[in-house]
């Protein structure tokens, strides 16, 4: 069972306070998309091993939503940054080249 | 109004660790940015109380300011207070971006009293929080059991916790069991 | 015979006897025993039959490992199959009940099973139940059901509570041997915060026997003791290492109280920021003909019983070893005046410096040896040896009636593995140990765990224990970020042994017949040539092997036999031992109790209930109630002598004809605040709900993403920037959920704020005729029809109470929906209640609020919505907004299968027989799928009596149905049979809406 560390209360709780709301940094596709962006929207997700970018709900604590990056193998945390963004922090994403080079997800590398 | 009843009425548990539901309070959420100076005055001025920062709780007395998200507060008053609490955060409020709720009977509120380690011991079995390391003046949102809730102390001794409503008979059974039995530490 | 000496025993007190019974005779033990050790003093050698074959089992080891000694302990609602004799401490009092036999231990039936072992090899089941296949049901079924299962089930509720703790700590040492507290003094010293739990009674492992060391280990616990920030926890069992530093901890607290009081069990949830694993090493036996005969016991264990408990096994016990660990054994048995005809030493050059003391002591010992074949049935009464390079030809008889065997050491890995640790296999010392380099990894990327002591393959005390120093100071030093001291250790000199070297097969060519008597496994009944056959037919990789032969799969895990298991596969597949791998280490690392897993959750706490604020009422006036979520909501309310179709149909016809009352406490209730509020309602609900003006209501529709809907209810707009949202009882908190979910993560910039008002509010629905003459009654004025119009709301003070009053309507029938607080509202709902009483007011359950929504055509959700309907099949289009240009879920809705003209689409259903549908039954098409299946053409979403109506009425979806007015088609029954249903208007009543008024 994971620990988190919701950056909206600062609270490092165990996983059963939080709720994991999927893929991070989708883009909503509305009306007059066209069928296969609609479809990429709603149903194709990244499954990767390793890097992961996910959302998340401290859904027992503070309510809030944030986001994370995860390695999917070793559950390693790489950083938890808010949910107001469109991608993940430069920091972050350079602390993951760090440690993990060579690293792709989706365009973020 | 005839006079608002307590989800258990009352109801206590006594033992080494002694349990009450307390009598309806005031309890207003305010949800609105805490960053924002117009919504902690507001607060502040209304309650008598310093907003406290991230995960704090204010106590004097039967008041409580709680500090519950960036941009959620509770404010908790003796029961008479309860218009004029409203009244006077709405118009304190004015134009602030704001939503003022009474919501004193949405929850049940629980005092918990006895040796300090007991108490920590009762919580300990239901709540996935460090409970030997947890300070008076903090207030944690987390999962009691099988429930959402929240606790803090006002002061060594005391536990004071709220529920919703709806599931107050299950807390209370729930931290009276866990209140009996061996001492963990 | 096993029997108690005269003097010794370091863990008993002699002056405290104790009795208990053991299939039901009274036996006498001494307060300190265990189970295992008392009933060794009262010649109980044979404890158990085994598993398959019910061959007579003994007692092997001395502690967690035991395979054999499996016993049903306590009675009634006490009662527990299958524990450890090893690990039960003895109490005034217990009981104990042998398993898997009939009629008895000494003579059991299923011994047969023994004689025809030839023809049960490994995969007999498999191969054998497969044909005819129409045996299975009736013959191959019922037989395996009785053979299976060890131990009995136990029948009563469990009389005990359970408990859980959710502890924190920087370091948590796993094991109280010497090494585990010299592990965590020095962690401790460093500055850590430790928890040391230790599985048995007793601190210090196997330190006291085999080191001398019971001062040295009750001095380190003192000192531990002494110090604040230690936690130490006998009867404490690490369970399991998970992710991220989580461990559970299993304590038995009154297993071995013969008056228990408080939780039997405690749940130790804790977060560690390091783990130290000292978790000992387990003693292999060695592969003989006959190693399975009551008497033939792991070394370690023979000297346990004599140190700790004053036993001895046997009067003549031959000792077989390829180590030199075993000699430990026949100089304690020497020592306590016992005999010990011979040392067989499987190794050519024999033992070191503790050979020399046994030879000194004018032990015989043969080197290069080792058992043919035990001899005795039920007891040993013999060993044949040979020479361990041979086929197993016999060179001498010795007469004995045990036999102490030592086929090495393995170090306890499980909970180093649990979480993804590896291992190395040590050539040298012939076992797999931790691997450093390879720890599991937590939150933060780095390792959480280390080892300590035998557990890390270091069996002299003389490594073991500076390594412990050294692991416990680096844990805390991982934690507190600062250097640890070093901590001062007892000089110790290393013991001076001979290498090892691996027996797996004794001896080492051993004919079949042999082969065939050679166990493995002893729960499980698995020899050496299963293992030889699964990997001739094919299952070569551990994993295969494993299953098919059920190696290791038994309660004990294999803590015996997972390593000469592998290495005999390793043998028959001719790869080295490293190849071949272990099976996967999976937590716990013994059986825990199902109550220690459930902790509080039974009885009161099993789940919670969730009571409205009117439930106490409800339960004094006969509610039958029913699960609704977690809410437990009136379905009726039984008077005497009714039964639920009866009180149904009285409630429904009062508040048609007069006056109802609906306790709606649970609908939520979500308040949407702000500038952007409008917009934000507008993308929320399919409906154009921005230009609802205050004081209004509309009812609106809510989608997912994916276009389907998802939740239904009242819209009330409060003022110009609030919105009152009711959802569904089921809906409040996933739609809250929702509702947080768009505004924090899509729509962050928009001005809006929600709150879940759904329990501050009780809300009472008062429907019928004379709804509104009794809230004129209770003091509210100007309702009339024009003052207070359908679907708006107002303020009201109704019996002194302040309420907000919607008029909405669920069932057709004039109705007024009070809102007040919570606090409130039982007083609202007596005081309703009496204003009420001339009208002969009846309150009604959730099955009259059903049905009379049915009679209407008002949709349920889930119960006409399933997750994949959309509004415009249940005829809703009026209820999407054409205006707008977006709102959740409308793209989806574009989508070529949501737009497909044949679409099912409700309607009314009426039998022609007036018989109530069944629900869920299928509109039959014509002609058979390609599966065979009948072709279906609709469904049946809701189905009801009618009592206003006096017959069946339903609602389905059906293909073109709206299109097929008066059309008849056939419902499938459960019987076979077909019921026919005429296509209508799923309005059955009050159509021209007469009645609201």
């Given at each position: 069972m994971l620990i988190l560390t919701c950056p909206c209360c600062g609270v490092t709780a165990e996983e059963t306070e939080f709720h994991g709301g999927g893929e991070a940094h989708l883009t909503r596709e509305g009306p007059g998309s066209d069928d296969a962006a609609l479809e990429g929207y709603l149903f194709h997700r990244e499954n990767p091993r390793g890097v992961h970018f996910e959302r998340w709900r401290h859904v027992y604590g503070c309510g809030k939503w944030f986001h994370a990056a995860r390695d999917t193998a070793t559950l390693e945390w790489f950083g938890f940054y808010p949910a107001q963004t469109s991608e993940p922090p430069e920091a972050l994403l350079e602390q993951i080249r760090q440690k993990r080079p060579g690293w792709r997800w989706r365009d973020f590398a | 109004m005839s006079d608002p009843v307590s989800a258990l009425a009352g109801k206590v548990s006594e033992g080494p660790v002694r349990i009450e539901d307390l009598a309806p309070r005031a309890m207003i959420t305010v949800r609105g940015k805490l960053s924002d100076t117009a919504i902690t005055e507001a607060l502040a001025s209304v309650s008598g109380l310093a907003m406290p920062g991230q995960r704090g709780i204010a106590a004097e007395g039967e008041k409580r300011l709680a500090w519950m998200g960036p941009d959620e507060a509770l404010l908790i008053l003796p029961r008479a207070g309860l218009d004029a609490a409203l009244s006077g955060l709405t118009e304190k409020l004015g134009s602030a971006h704001a939503l003022v709720a009474d919501m004193s009977d949405a929850r049940a509120l629980f005092r918990l009293t006895g040796e300090d380690a007991a108490l920590r011991d009762t919580i300990a079995k239901v709540a996935p929080v460090d409970m030997m390391r947890f300070p008076t003046g903090e207030i944690r949102r987390t999962r009691l059991a099988q429930i959402a809730g929240a606790f803090w102390m006002p002061q060594e001794g005391t536990v004071e916790l709220v529920c919703f409503r709806s599931v107050a008979q299950y807390a209370f059974d729930l931290l009276s069991q866990a209140a009996v039995g061996p001492r963990v530490f | 015979m096993s029997t108690r000496l005269t003097t010794g025993g370091q863990r008993i007190d002699r002056s405290k006897p104790v009795t208990f019974t053991f299939n039901g005779t009274t036996l006498k033990g001494y307060e300190g025993d265990t189970l295992a050790s008392a009933l060794l003093a009262n010649d109980r050698m044979m404890m158990g039959r085994s598993f398959k074959y019910h061959r007579p089992r003994g007692v092997v080891a001395s502690g967690t490992e035991e395979p054999n000694a499996l016993l049903g302990i306590g009675s009634g609602g006490r009662f527990e199959p299958n524990q450890r004799a090893t690990m039960q401490e003895v109490f005034e009092g217990l009981e104990a009940q042998s398993q898997n036999h009939w009629p008895s231990l000494a003579f059991d039936i299923g011994e047969v099973n023994a004689k025809l072992s030839r023809f049960l090899p490994a995969g007999f089941y498999y191969k054998t139940f497969?044909?005819?296949?129409?045996?299975?049901?009736?013959v191959y079924e019922p037989f395996i059901r009785q053979s299976a299962g060890l131990g009995k089930a136990p029948k009563d509720r469990d009389a005990d509570t359970y408990e859980h703790y959710y502890h924190f700590t920087d370091v948590l040492v796993i094991g109280g041997g010497l090494a585990g507290l010299t592990a965590a003094l020095a962690a401790a010293k460093g500055g850590a915060k430790v928890t040391v739990m230790e599985q048995e009674a007793h601190w210090g492992g196997r330190a006291p026997v085999d080191d001398g060391a019971a001062e040295e280990v009750a001095a380190l616990v003192a000192e531990l003791e002494g110090m604040e920030t230690v936690t130490l926890r006998l009867r404490c069992m690490g369970a399991g290492v998970y992710d991220h530093g989580y461990v559970l901890g299993y304590e038995?607290?009154?297993?071995?109280?013969?008056v228990k009081s408080g939780p039997r069990h405690r749940l130790w949830r804790i977060r560690a920021g390091q783990v130290v694993t000292a978790t000992g090493a387990i003693e292999r036996p060695l592969s003989f003909a006959g190693n399975d005969v009551p008497g033939v016991m792991l070394a370690s264990a023979v000297r346990d019983y004599v140190a700790h408990f004053g036993i001895s096994v046997g009067d003549r016990t031959v000792v077989v070893t390829n180590?030199?660990?075993a000699y430990l054994t026949a100089l304690a048995l020497v020592g306590a005046g016992l005999s010990v005809p011979a040392i067989l030493d499987a190794r050519q050059g024999g033992g070191g410096a503790l050979a020399d003391q046994a030879k000194a002591k004018g032990i015989r010992v043969l080197n290069g040896h080792g058992i043919a074949k035990v001899q005795g049935r039920k007891r040993v009464t013999g060993v044949a040896i040979c020479k361990q390079v041979g086929e197993g030809a016999v060179i001498e008889e010795i007469a004995c009636d045990a036999v102490a065997m030592s086929g090495g050491w393995s170090p306890v890995v499980h909970l180093w593995s649990h979480c993804g640790g590896k291992l190395i296999w040590d050539d040298a010392q012939a076992m797999f140990r931790p691997d450093p380099n390879r720890p599991p990894t937590g939150a933060d990327g780095t390792g959480f765990v280390s080892v300590a002591g035998a557990a890390n393959g270091l069996l002299d005390l003389s490594d073991a224990l500076p390594d412990a120093a050294q692991t416990g100071a680096m844990a805390a030093s991982f934690v507190t970020g600062k250097a640890s001291g070093d901590i001062a250790l007892t000089d110790r000199k290393p013991r001076g042994d001979r290498p090892i070297e691996p027996v797996?097969?004794?001896?080492?060519?051993?004919?079949r017949a042999l082969r065939a008597k050679s166990w493995l496994d002893y729960q499980n009944d698995v020899k050496v040539t299963d293992v030889q056959l699964a990997a001739q037919e094919g299952f070569e990789s551990v994993e295969h092997a494993k299953r098919y032969t059920t190696l290791g799969m038994a309660t004990d895990q294999g803590k015996l036999s997972n390593i000469n298991g592998l290495a005999i596969l390793s043998g028959a597949l001719d790869t080295p031992i490293p190849q071949v791998g272990t099976t996967t280490f999976r937590p716990p690392f013994t059986p825990i109790s199902m109550g220690a897993i459930a902790g509080p959750a039974r009885a009161e706490v099993f789940q919670p209930l969730r009571r409205s604020p009117i439930h106490a009422w409800h339960e004094a006036h006969g509610a039958d109630f029913e699960p609704v979520g977690q809410w437990r909501r009136p379905y009726t309310y039984l008077r005497s002598g009714e039964d639920r179709h009866t009180a149904v149909a009285r409630e429904i016809n009062q508040t048609r004809n007069a006056l109802g009352l609906l306790d709606a406490s649970t609908l939520g209730k979500l308040i949407v605040k702000g500038p952007d509020a409008g917009r934000f309602m507008d993308m929320l609900y399919t409906n154009m709900m921005s230009t609802l003006k205050p004081g209004f209501c509309r009812y609106g529709l809510m989608c997912s993403e994916n276009g389907f809907l998802m939740d239904d209810g009242v819209v009330a707009r409060w003022d110009e920037d609030t919105f009152l949202c009711h959802t569904t009882t089921g809906g409040a908190d996933r739609i809250h959920a929702h509702m947080e979910e768009w505004l924090q993560t899509e729509w962050w910039d928009w001005k809006v704020w929600v709150v879940n008002a759904t329990e501050q509010y009780a809300q009472i629905a008062v429907v019928g005729p004379q709804a509104r003459s009794v809230l004129e009654k209770l003091g509210a004025t100007d309702i009339g029809n024009e003052a207070f119009p359908f679907m708006t709301f107002q303020d009201h003070t109704l019996a002194g109470i302040r309420a907000r009053v919607y008029r909405i309507s669920f069932s057709g029938e004039l109705s007024y929906e009070i809102a007040v607080p919570a606090s409130q509202g039982l007083a609202l709902w007596e005081a309703l209640m009496q204003a009420g009483a001339e009208h002969d007011v009846m309150p009604y359950g959730t099955e009259g609020l059903h049905v009379m929504r049915a009679e209407k055509g008002f949709i349920m959700i889930g119960d006409e919505t399933d997750g994949t309907v959309i509004p415009q099949d249940l005829g809703l289009?009026?209820?999407?907004?054409?205006?707008?240009?977006?709102?959740?879920g409308k793209r989806a809705q574009e989508r070529s299968d949501m737009t497909r003209p044949d679409r099912w689409k409700l309607v009314g259903l009426e039998t022609l027989d007036g018989s109530v549908l069944p629900d869920g039954a299928y509109a039959l098409a014509d002609g058979h799928n390609a599966n065979g299946q009948r072709n279906v053409q609709g469904r049946v979403t809701s189905t009801y009596h009618s009592p206003t109506l006096g017959r069946g009425i339903a609602m389905g979806l059906v293909l073109n149905g709206p299109e097929r007015m008066g059309e008849t088609v056939q419902f499938n029954k459960v019987d076979g049979s077909s019921v026919a249903a005429r296509i209508v208007n799923p309005v059955f009543y009050d159509k021209e809406n007469t009645k609201n008024v």
């Open positions: - | - | 497969l044909w005819p296949r129409a045996f299975w049901k009736h038995r607290l009154t297993d071995h109280l013969a180590n030199d660990d797996w097969l004794m001896p080492a060519s051993a004919k289009g009026w209820a999407i907004s054409k205006k707008k240009t977006d709102y959740i």
